[in-house]
């Protein structure tokens, strides 16, 4: 009776924090990114007039680690993006309307992550952006590009965000400062992306070759590592070892590499393994991984009982759990039957389906992944929408 009880707190708890990681959102206020002790008050030319978010992909900026378990949780500003930069460098980099120069700046790509080692954790924000100036038709003109990372460890680098942003945002406005933009003779005409581009990983017919840093690159089909010939050693059907001839003593660390036919995911995305990348099966809302995955919710509720070392101690890491990536959040969850229920609740006529023949005794693997194609139909893959909306 009581081994019943416990595993039906384990499943509650499970469904729970599934339900929750994907619905939970960790927020950064402006007040966070204001620090005047870290703002560079150079010579400027130019003042900030207007921000405009330009990423095929406005969901969130990336995610952090909370809880017991790092559950990754969405991480998104408390406020359009546009909106939440332009107030804090308007604080810090007042304007002199009558002396600089008005600029625009188009973010291109903004996203945060953390990793966990299996002795470290690290945080990291991607950025970039490009500064334009309008011209009397109303045009942009491309006059800079500033495109970088911040990237440090510790014992809290959620909290590090803040400092990781400012940083990049300092950066930009002073390595701008630096260039050439006043000469520019014939700067670039700056054409705004479309959401049903070939830019769309989901409904691009060409996979564009190369090392993706981040999931947003990846979700616009855009990898910035496109000159490193990179080295890639296939493990197993689903598995390869990806290296930088270049930096053969440290650990690759992309977000995915496309070969321009296929794409492989770093594992660590959704698992505590840093040591490969696994290649995608299905191409979708809910992307299909096929590899061994070690769920941060599972262990932080099964630890509750067991303890993490227990935990890990019990399973050995030895069972196959295919992943899922959610293409809409970035976020990763093992294909299991807590999660099957909590992607498919919204659609009854699935999720009975499922139930009865779940029931019935088939538990299958197989079974699981033609409830996720179906459920991948339900939604318009050139935007991302449902496509009943």
Do not use: C, H
């Given at each position: 009776m009581k081994s019943k009880k416990l595993l039906c707190t384990i499943s509650f708890l499970l469904l729970t924090m599934i339900s929750y990681s994907q619905t939970e959102k960790y927020l950064i206020r402006i007040e966070k990114l204001m620090d005047k002790t870290e703002s560079s008050d150079f010579k400027r030319d130019f003042y900030i007039k207007g921000i405009w978010d330009n990423r095929l992909f406005?969901?969130?900026?990336?995610?952090?680690?909370?809880?017991?378990?790092?559950?990754?949780?969405?991480?998104?500003?408390?406020?359009?993006?546009?909106?939440?930069?332009?107030?804090?460098?308007?604080?810090?980099?007042?304007?002199?309307?009558?002396?600089?120069?008005?600029?625009?700046?188009?973010?291109?790509?903004?996203?945060?992550s953390e990793a966990t080692g299996a002795m470290s954790e690290s945080g990291r924000a991607d950025m970039t952006i490009v500064f334009c100036q309008k011209d009397e038709k109303g045009d942009f003109n491309a006059l800079f590009t500033f495109q970088d990372f911040a990237e440090n460890g510790g014992m809290d680098v959620t909290a590090g965000h803040s400092k990781r942003i400012r940083k990049l945002l300092n950066k930009a406005l002073l390595e701008f400062q630096k260039s050439d933009w006043k000469s520019l003779k014939q700067p670039e005409l700056f054409s705004f992306q479309r959401l049903d581009s070939t830019n769309n990983?989901?409904?691009?017919?060409?996979?564009?070759?190369?090392?993706?840093?981040?999931?947003?690159?990846?979700?616009?089909?855009?990898?910035?590592?496109?000159?490193?010939?990179?080295?890639?050693?296939?493990?197993?059907?689903?598995?390869?070892?990806?290296?930088?001839?270049?930096?053969?003593?440290?650990?690759?660390?992309?977000?995915?590499?496309?070969?321009?036919?296929?794409?492989?995911i770093n594992s660590n995305n959704y698992s505590y393994d840093q040591s490969h990348y696994?290649?995608?099966?299905?191409?979708?809302?809910?992307?299909?991984?096929?590899?061994?995955?070690?769920?941060?919710?599972?262990?932080?509720?099964?630890?509750?009982?067991?303890?993490?070392?227990?935990?890990?101690?019990?399973?050995?890491?030895?069972?196959?759990?295919?992943?899922?990536?959610?293409?809409?959040?970035?976020?990763?969850?093992?294909?299991?039957?807590?999660?099957?229920?909590?992607?498919?609740?919204?659609?009854?006529?699935?999720?009975?389906?499922?139930?009865?023949?779940?029931?019935?005794?088939?538990?299958?693997?197989?079974?699981m992944k033609v409830f996720i194609y179906d459920l991948n139909k339900e939604y318009d893959i050139s935007i991302g929408k449902i496509a009943k909306d």
């Open positions: 406005k969901g969130n900026i990336g995610f952090v680690q909370k809880g017991l378990g790092n559950r990754k949780v969405i991480a998104d500003f408390d406020g359009n993006i546009s909106s939440v930069l332009l107030d804090y460098l308007s604080q810090e980099y007042p304007a002199k309307v009558d002396e600089q120069a008005p600029i625009e700046i188009v973010v291109q790509n903004f996203w945060i990983i989901l409904s691009a017919t060409v996979k564009r070759k190369g090392g993706y840093k981040t999931f947003q690159e990846f979700f616009n089909n855009t990898p910035t590592d496109t000159t490193t010939a990179f080295t890639v050693e296939p493990i197993d059907e689903n598995r390869v070892n990806i290296s930088d001839p270049n930096k053969a003593s440290r650990r690759l660390k992309l977000y995915g590499y496309s070969d321009g036919e296929n794409i492989y696994a290649k995608i099966q299905t191409l979708g809302r809910y992307s299909l991984v096929k590899d061994k995955t070690f769920s941060a919710s599972t262990a932080s509720a099964m630890s509750v009982a067991f303890g993490l070392v227990g935990y890990l101690v019990s399973t050995g890491m030895k069972s196959k759990v295919d992943a899922l990536i959610d293409t809409k959040t970035g976020l990763a969850m093992p294909l299991t039957y807590d999660v099957m229920k909590s992607l498919l609740a919204p659609y009854p006529q699935y999720w009975k389906s499922y139930e009865n023949a779940y029931q019935r005794g088939n538990r299958s693997t197989d079974l």
